[in-house]
Structures are given as structure tokens and as C-alpha cells.
């Protein structure tokens, strides 16, 4: 089974006890049918609920590695863009089977949880879930596809102000929802910008995560520029950041969101 660094991952039978290392991980295991076959997570793994009740082996940032050993994984999922890169090397040269995760287009979603089931023995469930989500985004493109071009801004940190570019998950959510993202052409995934970036680029739609999942205070500071075409139509939109920036299925739930505001958008020209 290839991995997302096209690494062979190759077990003897489907994995019993397995550890997630990044909260987007913990919830594609669980997706693909795997929850109860979890022994640890790392913090911040919060969803579904009951990955709240399993121990933790650090930050996805910061591993405790002795307490990963000490559970005796079969199977870890590692995130390669975000764990420490020394760490995951030390996993794998202890000869603990390492998957490495780094789904970038909705696409990848789905085969994640396929490759995921296939790992532990859940095909069924996986081969479920990642058909709910193709179809889900299959639908919201063909209702979107002849829909009128939105330019929108998505903020996904305030300090520095942060945004996506056009490879980025999010811009494909936005996209989908007959969307343009205004920063799509920077070189960074995920690049820091002005103030003065976002007032020159005037989106008519600005959308923000927050600190937490029902905090929009992100969007406070955008009331002040009365200029904005998105300040003047009242379009300054929040999601809730667990379902548009974790590369999992509720980015099914996140892109309606998503695109029930453009249509309010729509709607105020």
C-alpha cells in the first residue's frame, strides 16, 4: 500500500493498534472505520467525540516518543508537512510501520480513507465514506458550475494575516462553489499578506476561520474598511475551522457552508 510520499506501507494483517499524529489523521481513522482500533492521538484531536477519551503522545508538533513506543503501535499515521521530521524518521528506522497523510485536493480525501480501510481491515466503511464525499462534491460542483464568479478572500490566521493559495484545499472548496479565490497565483500554500493586499484585491466576499469554532472576532477588524465591497454588502462569513481546514469528509459540510454564503452574495448585488 502506497503511502502520500509513494512510501510502500506493508503489513502482515489489518493494523489493531494504531496512532494518529495530527488531529485531521485521528479523524480520517475514525472515518474509515477504524475508530476503535485507536490506542493514542495527539492534542487538539477532537473529533468524533469519542476521540476526545484517547491518550495523548504529544502535539502533532511536539511527539513524546517514549510514550509512543510504550503503546506498541502496529500502524502510525504521520502528517508530513506538520509532525517533526527528525521524529517520524526515528519511527521509521525503529521499524514501525509508518503511513505519511498529506491529502491536498478533495481526491486525495476519498483515497485516503480507501488506502486507511484497507490498512486496518474496514474496507467497507472506508469504501462509504470516501464515495459519500465524491459525490457530495460532485454535486456541489454541477449545481455551482454555471453559477456567477464570486471573488472571495479566505482567512485562515489573523496575526500574521494568512490565506491560501490556489493548490490549497480551500481554494478547491471555493472553486466549487463557483468561487475565485483572490490570492490563487502566490507561491505559498498557505502565505502571509497585507491589510493592504486585501484592500487592493477588494473581494466582494471575505470568509474566516477563528480560534476556535464558533469564534468569528476575525472578522471584526474588516468592519472598519468601509471601503470593501464585502463590508458594504455585508458579506464577512464564518465557518467553523475544523470544517474547512482539516483534510477530511466534514469539508463536505464546510463547503455547503461555504457555498450557501456565496449565494447570499449572489443575492445582495
Known amino acids: 500500500m502506497a503511502d502520500d510520499l509513494e512510501r510502500q506501507v506493508c503489513l502482515g494483517q489489518p493494523a489493531e493498534r494504531i496512532i494518529a499524529l495530527s488531529p485531521g489523521a485521528t479523524e480520517l481513522v475514525f472515518a474509515a472505520g477504524a475508530g476503535e482500533k485507536m490506542v493514542a492521538a495527539v492534542s487538539f484531536s477532537d473529533y468524533p467525540p469519542a476521540a476526545r477519551q484517547l491518550p495523548h503522545v504529544g502535539s502533532y508538533n511536539r511527539l513524546d516518543m517514549e510514550a509512543i513506543l510504550a503503546l506498541e503501535p502496529d500502524l502510525i499515521i504521520a502528517w508530513q508537512s506538520g509532525n517533526p521530521q527528525t521524529q517520524t524518521e526515528q519511527l521509521a528506522a525503529m521499524k514501525v510501520p509508518v503511513y505519511f497523510s498529506e491529502p491536498r485536493r478533495f481526491a486525495d480525501i476519498s483515497s485516503t480513507l480507501e488506502r486507511l480501510a484497507t490498512l486496518a481491515g474496514t474496507e467497507k466503511v472506508g469504501q462509504g465514506a470516501a ?103 455585508d458579506n464577512l462569513f464564518f465557518i467553523a475551522p475544523s470544517t474547512l481546514q482539516r483534510p477530511t469528509p466534514r469539508l463536505l459540510l464546510g463547503t455547503r457552508s461555504l457555498c450557501r454564503h456565496l449565494e447570499s452574495a449572489r443575492a445582495r448585488r
Not at 476561520?209 to 472598519?224: C, N, Q, V, Y
Open 131 to 233: 464515495d459519500a464525499l465524491r459525490s457530495g462534491i460532485a454535486a456541489l460542483r454541477e449545481r455551482h458550475a454555471s453559477a456567477a464568479p464570486v471573488t472571495v478572500f479566505y482567512q485562515i490566521w489573523d496575526d500574521p494575516l494568512m490565506t491560501v493559495n490556489g493548490k490549497h484545499l480551500i481554494s478547491e472548496a471555493i472553486q466549487a462553489c463557483g468561487g475565485v479565490n483572490i490570492f490563487a497565483d502566490l507561491p505559498a500554500l498557505a502565505p502571509r499578506i497585507s491589510a493592504e493586499s486585501v484592500l487592493g484585491k477588494n473581494p466582494e466576499v471575505i470568509v474566516a476561520g477563528g480560534m476556535g469554532e464558533a469564534d468569528s472576532s476575525w472578522l471584526t477588524r474588516w468592519k472598519t474598511f468601509s471601503s470593501l465591497q464585502a463590508v458594504k454588502r
